[in-house]
C-alpha cells in the first residue's frame, strides 16, 4: 500500500482523502475564480473535458465518429491532453494516466442503439450514456443530482502537500437535458458531507 501511495504521489495522481466543508455557493466561486484564467478547450466533437486547479492544461474527451455518423464501436472516446501551459499541443496520456486517473472504459449499450456505456477509471461509480443529441452532435449523458444531463466539465481541485497531493473536491458541471439550465454536483470523499445540490 505505502508503494502505490509513493507511485501515486510521483506522478501527481491525486487522492480523495478529505475535504474541507464550504456551502455550494462558495464552492461554485471558487472554481469559477480558479477556471476563468483558464482557457476552455473547443475540440471537434468534444463530450467533455476535464482540469484541475494545478494548471491550465486540459483532459479532452472527444467522441469518434465513422465515415457514416455512427460511433466507431472500437475506440468511441478519444483521451488525450491539451498542454495550454506550453504550446496548447496535443499530447496522448501515459500508461498510468489512462488506466488509474483519466482514462475511460466503455461497452455498447444493450439496447441496439450504437450508443455506449461510459466509466471514468477515476469514477467507476459514475456512468454516462454516450449518445446523440437532437442536432445529431455526439454527447455525454449523466446523472446529476437525480437529473439527466449533458455532462460538459470535470473539474479536480486538489492541495499540493509535502507528501501527497490531496484532492479536496470534484465538481461535475453539466446542462439539464430539459431546463437547459447549468447543474453542479460535488463529489467529496466518503466521510465529507456533501452540500446541498443545486
Known sequence: MIRLLLVLTILHIPLLLFSQKKSLAELNKEVDRIVSRFPVPKEKHQLFYLQRNKNSNA?????????????????PVSVYWLRFNEDSSKKELNWIQRWLAYGIDF????????????????????????????????????????????????????????????????????????????????????????????
Open 107 to 198: 461497452r455498447p449499450a444493450t439496447d441496439g442503439s450504437g450508443n455506449f456505456i461510459l466509466s471514468p477509471v477515476a469514477l467507476k461509480h459514475r456512468k454516462i450514456l454516450l449518445s446523440f443529441d437532437e442536432k445529431s452532435q455526439p454527447v455525454a449523458i449523466m446523472k446529476m443530482n437525480g437529473k439527466n444531463s449533458y455532462l460538459k466539465r470535470i473539474f479536480a481541485q486538489a492541495e499540493e502537500t509535502s507528501w501527497l497531493p490531496t484532492v479536496k473536491y470534484v465538481q461535475l458541471k453539466g446542462e439539464d437535458l430539459i431546463s437547459h439550465e447549468n447543474k453542479f454536483e460535488y463529489i467529496f470523499p466518503k466521510d465529507n458531507k456533501v452540500p446541498e445540490s443545486q
Open 59 to 75: 483532459v479532452v474527451y472527444q467522441a469518434n465518429l465513422l465515415a457514416n455518423g455512427k460511433f466507431d464501436p472500437k475506440n
